[in-house]
């Protein structure tokens, strides 16, 4: 079996609901991911329901990135 993750996900402010798009690094699922924003890394960790993460005062959730597992062979 192939896992297959995607390097964007959605990022919401949860003060104002604004969203966007972010590119995801070191994503461990169920664990933790670091989102970048422009130049800046919000460390996202994973709370039992979704990923939350602070920066500059600002608190942001995000669901994550799309996972999918391929099965392979026969």
Known sequence: ???IIDNK???TNTKSDVSVEVEVDNFQEGKRFDAFV???????IWN???YVGNMHG????SDG???RYIKEGR
């Open 1 to 3: 079996m192939r896992t």
């Open 9 to 11: 996900a959605m990022l």
């Open 38 to 44: 422009a130049t800046n890394k919000i460390p996202m």
């Open 48 to 50: 039992g329901k979704i």
């Open 58 to 61: 600002m608190e942001f959730t």
């Open 65 to 67: 990135p799309n996972v």
